[in-house]
């Protein structure tokens, strides 16, 4: 079975700061895809990002990347010049590559970027 | 084009009720899950479904039921309401073979 797991129930920062969240997964796939979520305020589920696990390059996303660390079986979430829409819950997920389409999701990291 | 509609948003039940959470999509997937989100425990699968006629268990699926009888809807029946089903409920449908999950905007059900 897979887990994944996210160490940082909750961060803050200021407005224009560069924030880190961190996610660590287990697995025996070799392929599959890893996600970011956000979900604000409004409750709505928001796809971030997303990486294939098959893909050496990292995503990136206007200010968002992450930096996929496969070996080590960590995903982490960068948010560049971080803005106030930014506040919200933040799901790291994953997914096999093939089979079913079950999202396994992570604990979840509460992220407000303060004016 | 509405893409995944839950119904409704905000839910009260007393113990025991029986209720419906309803979920339809307008995009023709074939995959639909249901998930429930609980402080602290992320998002967790309860049922999903590949196709008409065809659904499975998830992590979490004691004291649920679902059916799929149509492309469209895929309701969630909680027959005896108990209060640690209080929880936020989540639809989300998609393509097979394709990892792009579309979700409703969640159901806030509270048993008293």
């Known amino acids: 079975a897979q887990t994944v797991t996210q160490s940082q129930p909750e961060m803050s920062v200021q407005e224009a700061e560069t924030v880190t969240l961190s996610c660590t997964y287990d697995t025996s796939e070799s392929n599959y895809y890893l996600f970011w979520y956000k979900q604000p305020p409004s409750r709505q589920m928001i796809l971030v990002i997303r990486q294939e696990a098959y893909k050496q390059q990292n995503a990136t996303e206007n200010r968002f990347s992450v930096n996929f660390q496969k070996a080590a079986k960590s995903f982490s979430l960068k948010i560049s010049d971080s803005q106030l829409g930014d506040t919200a819950m933040y799901f790291c997920?994953?997914?096999?590559?093939?089979?079913?389409?079950?999202?396994?999701f992570g604990q979840g990291t509460r992220l407000t970027i303060n004016p | 084009n509405a893409g995944v509609t839950q119904t409704p948003k905000f839910q009260v039940l007393k113990t025991g009720q029986s209720m419906t959470l309803q979920c339809a999509q307008d995009?023709?997937?074939?995959?639909m899950s249901w998930y429930r989100q609980d402080p602290g425990m992320g998002l967790r699968l309860i049922h999903y479904s590949v196709g008409a006629g065809i659904t499975d268990q998830g992590e979490v699926p004691n004291g649920y039921n679902v059916s799929r009888s149509t492309t469209e809807d895929f309701p969630l029946r909680l027959l005896s309401a108990a209060p640690s089903q209080t929880s936020v409920y989540f639809c989300a449908s998609s393509y097979l073979g394709r990892p792009e999950a579309f979700f409703g905007q969640g159901t806030r059900l509270t048993v008293v």
């Open positions: 997920a994953f997914m096999k590559f093939q089979g079913a389409q079950k999202l396994v």
């Open positions: 995009m023709n997937h074939e995959y």
